[in-house]
């Protein structure tokens, strides 16, 4: 149970409904860069204020009893980048694991990474597949890291993954159906995102579950992502519980269902 560090914590904590939280919150981290810009600071102190904010909504999202929470770390665009703040980043991933896998652990949650995590560096591989074994047994709220992500080429190896399996079927010849194409992305098996969150005021989702998203309820702030604690997560949910879900189909004034994730709209 999340227990309020102060006054304004615990007003927003009295509004929220415990019972009707988003099953999956996927997050935009966005804003490191500017954070550190507007404070005169390299971007990498953006970086490293960013890994503290991901540890407090981490936390605070386990302790809530939120099912899933994404967190789009970095992107397959993200390698564009110069060189020396890629290699940062990569160094400060595995710093993270290091310090907070043994509290990640504790707390009962299970380590995820989507993304192509075959090019990751190879020192990365090993102790991200460190990190999910150790985790893999817990039963808490899954942290879904997407490494090496993106939406359209997550898209492009689902659908190679199911043409192979047919050619090996010898039915190259049958069609596709969205629940065939659902079990083949990256997060097969996991609850589409209700909620999507992203930081910093820009409003487009950057090649992020493209395929996941369909039905989810877009949360955009101007909050930057280092900026974003506590109070700016349970601002975000609050506002989740305010909107009506309708998932097209239902006319005005109709009571919107809760909608399982993955599942088809009729």
Same mark, same amino acid.
């Given at each position: 149970?999340?227990?309020? *560090?102060?006054?304004?914590? @615990? &007003?927003?904590?009295?509004?929220?409904?415990? $019972?009707?939280?988003?099953?999956?919150? @996927?997050?935009?981290?966005?804003?490191?860069?500017?954070?550190?810009?507007?404070? &005169?600071?390299p971007r990498v102190a953006g &970086? =490293?204020?960013?890994?503290? $904010? @991901?540890?407090?909504?981490?936390? *605070?999202?386990?302790?809530?009893?939120?099912?899933?929470?994404?967190?789009?770390?970095? *992107?397959?665009?993200?390698?564009?980048?110069?060189?020396?703040?890629?290699?940062?980043?990569?160094?400060?991933? =595995?710093?993270?694991?290091?310090?907070?896998?043994?509290?990640? &652990?504790?707390?009962?949650?299970?380590?995820?990474?989507?993304?192509?995590? *075959?090019?990751?560096? /190879? %020192? +990365?591989?090993?102790?991200?597949?460190? #990190?999910?074994?150790?985790?893999?047994?817990?039963?808490?709220?899954?942290? +879904?890291? @997407?490494?090496?992500?993106?939406?359209? #080429?997550?898209?492009?190896?689902?659908f190679n993954a199911i043409l192979?399996?047919?050619?090996? !079927?010898? !039915?190259? /010849?049958?069609? +596709?159906?969205?629940?065939?194409?659902?079990?083949?992305?990256?997060?097969?098996?996991?609850?589409?995102?209700?909620?999507?969150?992203? $930081?910093?005021?820009?409003?487009?989702?950057?090649?992020?579950?493209?395929?996941?998203? /369909?039905? #989810?309820?877009?949360?955009?702030?101007? $909050?930057?992502?280092?900026?974003?604690?506590?109070?700016?997560?349970?601002? %975000?949910?609050?506002?989740?519980?305010?909107?009506?879900?309708?998932?097209?189909?239902?006319?005005?004034? !109709?009571? %919107?269902?809760?909608?399982?994730?993955?599942a088809p709209v009729e």
């Open positions: 149970m999340l227990k309020p *560090s102060n006054r304004a914590e @615990a &007003h927003l904590l009295e509004q929220l409904d415990l $019972t009707r939280l988003p099953r999956n919150v @996927a997050i935009i981290m966005d804003g490191n860069g500017r954070w550190a810009e507007r404070r &005169h600071l &970086h =490293r204020a960013g890994v503290r $904010t @991901a540890r407090e909504v981490i936390e *605070s999202s386990a302790r809530l009893g939120i099912e899933a929470l994404t967190l789009y770390a970095f *992107s397959v665009e993200n390698w564009r980048r110069p060189q020396a703040e890629v290699e940062f980043l990569m160094r400060l991933l =595995r710093e993270y694991l290091r310090k907070e896998l043994p509290v990640i &652990h504790k707390n009962n949650i299970r380590l995820l990474v989507i993304g192509r995590g *075959s090019q990751l560096p /190879a %020192a +990365v591989q090993k102790d991200l597949d460190d #990190a999910m074994k150790l985790t893999g047994g817990n039963t808490g709220m899954k942290l +879904v890291v @997407a490494l090496n992500y993106g939406g359209r #080429a997550e898209l492009v190896d689902a192979r399996e047919k050619r090996e !079927a010898g !039915a190259i /010849a049958d069609g +596709v159906d969205e629940q065939s194409i659902s079990a083949h992305l990256y997060t097969a098996g996991l609850p589409d995102p209700d909620l999507l969150v992203r $930081t910093s005021g820009e409003m487009r989702v950057s090649n992020f579950l493209l395929w996941q998203i /369909a039905y #989810a309820e877009i949360y955009v702030t101007e $909050t930057l992502w280092p900026d974003f604690h506590r109070v700016k997560l349970l601002e %975000a949910l609050i506002e989740y519980q305010r909107r009506e879900r309708r998932y097209g189909g239902l006319g005005p004034g !109709a009571k %919107a269902a809760r909608h399982p994730s993955n």
